[in-house]
């Protein structure tokens, strides 16, 4: 069974930062696999949108509302997803959910895994 855990969350001023984290444990009972990771979030009211991720090449993706302020990383020895979320604005205030896959390659890939999300408040 995959559990994800999602941690660092809280609450700040505008300006200030956060790292949020991500940990996958468990199997899915195969081998020769790689977790390709996202962070999503989710505002009261409106859908859930992708913030960050790290692709099955290693590239790193962010959202245009992210880019600049937040830095994504990855340990995959460990099946870690770190956000590092800098110059937070008020509009960052979400639910932060980690997402998980286990891929063979780009497009060979498990059901999707979730955490249950970490809270992100961000005060003006």
């Known amino acids: 069974q995959v559990q994800l855990v999602e941690s660092g969350g809280g609450s700040v001023q505008t300006g200030g930062s956060l790292r949020l984290s991500c940990a996958v444990s468990g199997s899915i009972g195969i081998t020769d696999y790689k977790y390709v990771m996202t962070w999503y979030r989710q505002a009261p009211g409106q859908e859930r949108e992708f913030v960050s991720g790290?692709?099955?090449?290693?590239?790193?993706k962010y959202a245009d509302s992210v880019k600049g302020r937040f830095t994504v990383s990855q340990d995959n020895a460990k099946n870690t997803l770190d956000l590092q979320m800098n110059s937070l604005k008020p509009e960052d205030t979400a639910m932060y959910y980690c997402q998980a896959r286990a891929c063979y390659t780009r497009s060979m890939c498990s059901r999707e895994y979730w955490g249950q999300g970490t809270q992100v408040t961000v005060s003006s």
């Open positions: 790290i692709a099955f090449d290693s590239t790193t």
